[in-house]
């Protein structure tokens, strides 16, 4: 099996026994990989003594022979640790949000070079910013739209006519997009909007400007979607979830 190299960051770690590690890795050219990494909690000098989650790399690794195997990790060569990003808590429990959204909405040998583009991104945002719900917004827009699931926030899911962004309105998450007052009562999976958080999923270039509490509807709401696309809420979206709201 040939190798292949490419640059990664490691989106999930779980020590396998004494001395291994199973290692989620998202690649720039191979989208997610799931790997083994054989001997990573030796101190050894490939894997520098063991990966840390939300850690980037150049990573050499033999693909698995099925999708139910894992690939072999064979180097992991830290270029990038993101060491600001440890000294503040709610950053990185926001990144750690966003790996996982990642590692469950990707597939493997996938690739997405714009979202790790995005996602390099954020990780040095959010180790040098204080407002990480803005970054963990434009983030989560970004993975939904490279997997195919961004939502329509310019028209009526149900009749398709333009919604205002200064009216109420609803989010149907089954329906992927705005639901218009008019055409409400045909759709019972939704939430309600208000033309704040409406105007900043329409312009989300305008989030720096706006005010916490808008920001933090806006990520609810994709919270909710990831929530009913996954079928499921994780650990870490609850916890951060919780955490943006403590001021
Ligand atoms: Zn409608």
New binding site residues.
Partial sequence: MTALKDQAVCLRVHNYSETSQIVTLFGRASGRVRTIAKGSRRARARFGGGIDMLTAGHVVFFPARSAAALAVLGEFQLTESFAGLRRRLRNLYCAQYAAEMIAEFTEDLDPHQKLYDAFYQALQDLSHQDRPEITLLLLELTLLREVGLAPDWHN??????P?AHDQNAYFSSGSSGL??R??ASKITEKRPLNPRTIKILQNPQTAPAALTQTVLDAHELLSYHQRQLLGKQTKIMTFVNQLLRKK
């Fill in positions: 009526c899911a149900a009749c398709s006519r919604v639901i218009c008019k055409c």
